[in-house]
């Protein structure tokens, strides 16, 4: 992921150093918390969506990860117009296969409400 990401204009590395710790799925407010060193927040919440790392909730407990930022753009809106319409907040969640690196919690893996979707 991070050298699929060279051209961004940020430390990709130290971002996903933001993501140590955290629980698995998040909130748009919890995702722009984790965010605020950076100069660029939307730039930045754009990048780990882009590159599969971060799943967005387009329907209840279905998180899709995007691939490149045509489909990330589709998929936010996606996931805007479902949380507008549930009165929630748009949630995030990260990939399972990219936690053991930011030692991001796996509090979320044995929940059958919550599902994948590629």
Not at 17 to 39: C, I, K, N, R, W
Request: net charge negative; aromatic share 12%.
């Amino acid at each position: 992921m991070l050298v699929e990401s060279e051209a961004e204009g940020f430390d990709r590395e130290e971002a996903l150093y933001e993501f140590a710790g955290v629980d698995s799925t998040m909130t748009f407010e919890q995702l722009e918390e984790l965010l605020q060193p950076y100069e660029n927040v939307p730039e930045i919440r754009c990048w780990p969506i882009c590159t599969s790392f971060l799943g967005v909730e387009v329907k209840s407990g279905e998180f899709v990860y995007a691939e490149g930022g045509i489909d990330a753009r589709r998929q936010l809106k996606v996931a805007e117009r479902f949380a507008s319409r549930s009165q929630l907040e748009i949630r995030f969640r990260v990939h399972p296969a990219y936690r053991a690196f930011p030692e991001v919690c796996n509090d979320d893996l044995h929940n059958k409400e919550i599902r994948d979707v590629t």
